[in-house]
């Protein structure tokens, strides 16, 4: 939980900038597919208002537990959490309700199908309704300038051992593809990666806690062992590294897309 905050902390102006050059506004119903501890969620709460309603699903348990006491303390009644697979949410949340928006962060890189839940999704979302995903580029890479050793590595650590756990990790470069397939054109995307440096970027913490989260994994490849990672001390051991050599560190690339159902949508994909 704490690794997806931190997380969130870093690419929330990224899914702002989605969610508000999607349309998402205030009245809206929005389900967000795959919430997690909810950061998402909060977010289009905030953009629906109370007069909106937000319904996340995630199929962690704990995950929800989480969001439920982050929305109650934010104050945030119009949110409300449901215990489903992504996937299947779509036919079982979406079957008796309309949305006017479905919305998710990385979440079609894990399904076994995202084209067909797409197209699915569309198929229920209200006329003039909006999808709108935000996906990181699992081929790309972590980089460094000046170079930092220790940053480039405990990136390649990370996207080695999650590279396996992910059905699609080139979904976020076939958003176009996959938007188009499902029925609805690409209404527009755009591509940003997280970048830091300096002693205050919560760049460190994130990283040192993703490779925390896949440690096992790293660790049962044989990629690393648990002296080379030295995970206790990995968050500042990046951060000094990164300072000292005055370098400014990227992630992956994040890469937004969104459309927009047109309201003679419903008619033209049931021919």
Known sequence: MRRLILQAA????MTERLLRAAGLAPGMRVLDLGCGPGDVSLLAAELVGRSG????????????VTARARAKEMGLAQIRLLHAAADEAVDTVMADKRFD??????????LPDP????????????????????????????????LVPLWQQAGQWLLESFRP???????????????ETAGLPMSGLFCECPVGGGTASP????????????LPLLLQSGAATCE???????EVRLQQAVVAMSSQVAAPAQVCAWARKSCGEDSRLAR
């Open 10 to 13: 870093a690419l929330r102006p």
């Open 53 to 64: 309603a937000v319904l996340g699903v995630d199929r962690s348990e704990e995950a929800l």
């Open 101 to 110: 928006a479905v919305i998710g962060r990385f979440v079609l890189c894990y």
């Open 115 to 146: 084209i067909d839940t797409l197209r699915r999704a569309v198929a229920r979302l209200a006329p003039g309704g909006i999808l709108a995903f935000h996906e990181v580029d699992f081929l790309d890479e972590f980089r460094s300038r000046p």
């Open 165 to 179: 756990t992910i059905a699609h990790p080139d979904i976020a470069g076939r958003l176009v593809e996959a938007f």
């Open 203 to 214: 760049l460190y913490a994130w990283l040192a806690e993703r490779v925390r989260s896949v």
């Open 228 to 234: 080379e990672v030295g995970i206790d001390s990995l």
